[in-house]
């Protein structure tokens, strides 16, 4: 097994595994744990020619970070991984949209009437 820490709660985590094999498939495990001790835990049986696949885990809850992600396989062949993304910015969530929708159709409307003002003080 191989354990990630991170040094800084991270909001989201993904990456793509496969194990060391020529032939056949196995199955890879991925456990994800937050500040509060939670987990969260993904399996696949993967192809281990040329069949890495997708593992991702996020959190829409900022105060319960991730803080390692462990990622093993029962099997004497090993894994590999890679292509390892991370976010610690705070994940919009679908709720969140509409307002940042309306704050952008409020910035323009600003920016539209300070235009109309200028052109009106010109004439």
Do not use: H
């Not at 835990?41 to 991702?56: D, E, H, K, P, V």
């Not at 969530?93 to 910035?107: D, E, F, N, Q, S």
Request: net charge negative; no cysteine; proline share 5%.
């Amino acid at each position: 097994a191989v354990v990630l820490r991170f040094s800084t709660g991270v909001q989201a985590f993904d990456f793509y595994a496969q194990p060391n094999l020529r032939e056949g498939s196995l199955r890879i495990t991925a456990t994800a744990r937050s500040s509060r001790g939670s987990t969260a835990s993904l399996f696949q049986n993967i192809a281990g020619n040329a069949g890495a696949q997708y593992f991702g885990f996020y959190t829409d809850d900022p105060t319960d970070l991730m803080t390692a992600v462990e990622i093993s396989i029962n099997d004497q062949f090993g894994f590999a991984f890679g292509e390892m993304r991370l976010a610690t910015q705070p994940i919009p969530t679908p709720a969140l949209l509409p307002g940042i929708v309306g704050m952008g159709v409020a910035a323009w409307r600003r920016r539209q009437g300070e235009a109309a003002a200028e052109n009106s003080d010109q004439e």
